[in-house]
């Protein structure tokens, strides 16, 4: 059983991975988040290939293919040296070795936003399938293998996918993950990206807000917190349970921290409506929708809720989730022992 | 009658008030196996959807006409407005069901048969033949977010037929109040996810092996008499 930390919930590009398929085509992933697709390709893009075959018969045909060569030794150079995710280039044996420093300020240094210097291109991001911090085993008995196969590997996945459809023409493209969702709630009118949006997001967040072994008790900061907001753990669990169990149709259950009154709260929401769209910060969120547990656990809800309560919920990325909330939120000052 | 619950009657009067009696529901029988329509749905899913779901909105419907009795007797307003959220969706739940039932039947009793008279003519009238309107209820099902219902109306104002989705528990009612269901598809999760997981488009397109065309055209042809 794999368990990772969770990831921060800012999609910061972590790193660069190129790799060259073939001479013609480059495909590299940005962090896990993000894959640049292949470039617009004309048919005179294909890097090795003649244009036109030239009459190497005469003078200038010599000349003019000697200049082809040359050209396409120059890029050829260019994406052998392209640097690897660490910043190193790649030397090929026809390559010379230069210094680094000779390197980027040479006009041989790979230029990701312009792969094929005089092409017409252009460069594209979407997102990618996130995969959860744990084997998709790993939630058992309270969670299937069954159910998280399909939850993640096809109602998840084919969100994903829809909102990558809808980034071809939407005017939102650009925008971060969180930043979309706000802005297609639309303050409740959501616009067509939004449900798509929300729900990667939202799935995202709840897969990390669970663990192998989770459940029991917070610690340390996280449980004052709760006390302080709801008076004590199991008061905070039944008002969960029973949020919950109040929704009415397909919905999340939220724990979040509200902003203004700097406490934590509890929320059902419909459909694919988070704390995001109203400002807050979200801290657990559990799917309500009934792909979520009918597998598991038909119709009983209440059974599906305790589980995740008591069996699955990582306060480890909750601690996690509110210490980066503190950058945003003034929750009061430190207990500091008094010598 | 399309619905056909059977009503109890039940008295909420404790001994010296006024009499009042709310009348309750009980959930209605279904008029075939919860195997019977295999392979189209299975007898598990049969069997949760009316001994489970189909009670829960019975029996929290009851208990909010209760509370909305009481709050109605009180003069009671703002909780009589609260109430009406829980009205609909355990309300709307029930009405929706019921008629779900009648509008499968098993293929031995003549499920899936295609309609004649007044509702074949209306159908080829209104979308061209019955495959177009079987495509557009497909596709409008499978396009639906989240829980709902898609039907096929016989809106009684206009006389033609319409294809409408409603969203969660919502009768047919709150899209239009001359709408008539004459068809409901249960797009709920619950109602398919057992037997055929994510894959909507697939339980859109075996329920048709099951559904009750007789029905649909009396229901048809005593509302647009």
Known sequence: ?339 | MALRSVVSRKTLAPALRHYRSLTTFTLPDLPYDYGALEPAISGEIMRLHHQKHHQTYVTNYNKALEQLDAAVSKGDAKGVVQLQSALKFNGGGHVNHSIFWQNLKPVSEGGGEPPHGALGWAIDKDFGSLEALVKKINSEGAALQGSGWVWLALDKEQKILKVETTPNQDPLVTKGVSLVPLLGVDVWEHAYYLQYKNVRPDYLANIWNVINWKYASEVYEKESA
């Open chain 1, 1 to 339: 059983m794999i368990y990772r930390p969770p990831l921060m919930m800012d999609y910061s590009v972590a790193g660069v991975n190129t790799k060259l398929s073939t001479i013609a085509e480059i495909c590299y992933t940005i962090s896990s988040n993000f894959v640049v697709t292949e470039t617009l390709r004309t048919p005179s893009s294909k890097l090795l290939q003649a244009d036109t075959p030239t009459n190497t018969d005469t003078v200038e045909g010599k000349e003019i293919q000697k200049k082809k060569r040359e050209r396409e030794k120059e890029m050829v150079l260019q994406l052998v040296m392209a640097p690897n995710w660490c910043g190193c280039g790649v030397a090929s044996a026809n390559s010379t070795k230069i210094s680094t420093n000779a390197f980027k300020m040479s006009s041989n240094r790979f230029n990701f936003s312009k792969p094929y210097p005089g092409r017409a291109y252009r460069v594209t991001a979407y997102y990618s399938l996130t995969t959860p911090p744990y084997e998709l085993d790993a939630l058992e008995p309270y969670m299937s293998k069954r159910t998280v196969e399909i939850h993640w590997g096809k109602h998840h996945n084919e969100h994903v996918e829809r909102l990558n459809k809808h980034l071809k023409t939407s005017a939102f493209y650009g925008h971060t993950l969180e930043e979309m969702v706000k802005a297609t709630y639309n303050n409740g009118s959501p616009l067509v990206e939004f449900n798509d949006s929300s729900s990667v997001w939202s799935h995202d967040f709840f897969w990390e807000s669970m663990q192998p072994n989770g459940g029991s008790m917070p610690k340390g900061g996280v449980l004052d917190q709760i006390k302080k907001d709801f008076g004590t753990f199991t008061n905070f669990k039944d008002e969960f349970t029973f949020a919950a169990l109040s929704i009415f149709g397909p919905g999340w259950v939220w724990l979040y921290l509200k902003k203004n009154e700097r406490k934590l709260a509890v929320a059902p929401t419909q459909n694919a409506i988070s704390p995001l769209v109203w400002g807050d910060i979200p801290i657990i969120g559990l799917d309500m929708w009934e792909h979520a547990y009918y597998l598991d656990y038909k119709d009983d809800r209440s059974a599906y809720v305790n589980n995740f309560l008591d069996h699955l919920v990582s306060w480890h990325s909750v601690m996690v989730r509110m210490m980066r909330a503190e950058a945003f939120v003034n929750l009061g000052e430190p207990k500091i022992p008094v010598a």
